[in-house]
T-cell receptor, first 111, second 117 residues
Framework: QKEVEQNSGPLSVPEGAIASLNCTYS??????FFWYRQYSGKSPELIMS????GDKEDGRFTAQLNKASQYVSLLIRDSQPSDSATYLC???????????FGKGTRLHILP | GAVVSQHPSWVICKSGTSVKIECRSL??????MFWYRQFPKQSLMLMAT?????????EQGVEKDKFLINHASLTLSTLTVTSAHPEDSSFYIC?????????????FGPGTRLTVL
């Protein structure tokens, strides 16, 4: 079983709609959860971090965590063409610990 | 977010030569830095954890003698790819772990694209 699983996509979403990205993880001891955005040829950029169950909102982005289901999601409201990128889900077990990345989901916002 | 720089941003070298990549934490001291490698259309793969003042911790399958890591100060870690070969061509990215309050977040450098001819 892979440690962090994501659908590779591509996920195509019309401009202005909500994009929903999902991620599951296998290690129940995971404490920190992250969503990174990576444009082609660039390094990852942190979008959201979440540490407790529930929703966390930041602008157009909402991260959702359900530790019982070992599930993390990212919602992007009012999707823009500039949101087209690969979104990486990542988890770590504890502070200063290494982060385990999923393979990423390619998101394509249709203008 | 925290600022991390890498140098060089890209490098082309001949097979058999060694290449050094620098990673600097510009606005805070980093006792721990991480080195990743990413092949085209694949995810980030952690190579090693760099600890200031001590030996790096390498992930399984990563050759310690080929990928030399030095973390001599709290703001600088270097990765040297020794005797590089074409299969070492990849995107190398470092990151630092920064604690704000009770939470730790990793911030990535811009990456170094290595092409070995």
């Amino acid at each position: 079983q892979k440690e962090v699983e994501q659908n590779s996509g591509p996920l195509s979403v019309p401009e202005g709609a909500i994009a929903s990205l999902n991620c599951t993880y296998s290690d129940r001891g995971s404490q920190s959860f992250f969503w990174y955005r990576q444009y082609s040829g660039k390094s990852p950029e942190l979008i959201m971090s979440i540490y407790s169950n529930g929703d966390k909102e930041d602008g157009r982005f909402t991260a959702q965590l359900n530790k019982a289901s070992q599930y993390v999601s990212l919602l992007i409201r009012d999707s823009q063409p500039s949101d087209s990128a690969t979104y990486l889900c990542a988890v770590s077990r504890r502070r200063d610990d290494k982060i385990i990345f999923g393979k990423g989901t390619r998101l394509h916002i249709l203008p | 977010g925290a600022v991390v720089s890498q140098h060089p941003s890209w490098v082309i070298c001949k097979s058999g030569t060694s290449v050094k990549i620098e990673c600097r934490s510009l606005d805070f001291q980093a006792t721990t830095m991480f080195w990743y490698r990413q092949f085209p259309k694949q995810s980030l793969m952690l190579m090693a954890t760099s600890n200031e003042g001590s030996k790096a911790t390498y992930e399984q399958g990563v050759e310690k003698d080929k990928f030399l890591i030095n973390h001599a100060s709290l703001t600088l870690s270097t990765l040297t790819v020794t005797s590089a070969h074409p299969e070492d061509s990849s995107f190398y990215i470092c990151s630092t772990s920064h604690r704000v309050g009770e939470t730790d977040t990793q911030y990535f450098g811009p990456g170094t694209r290595l092409t070995v001819l």
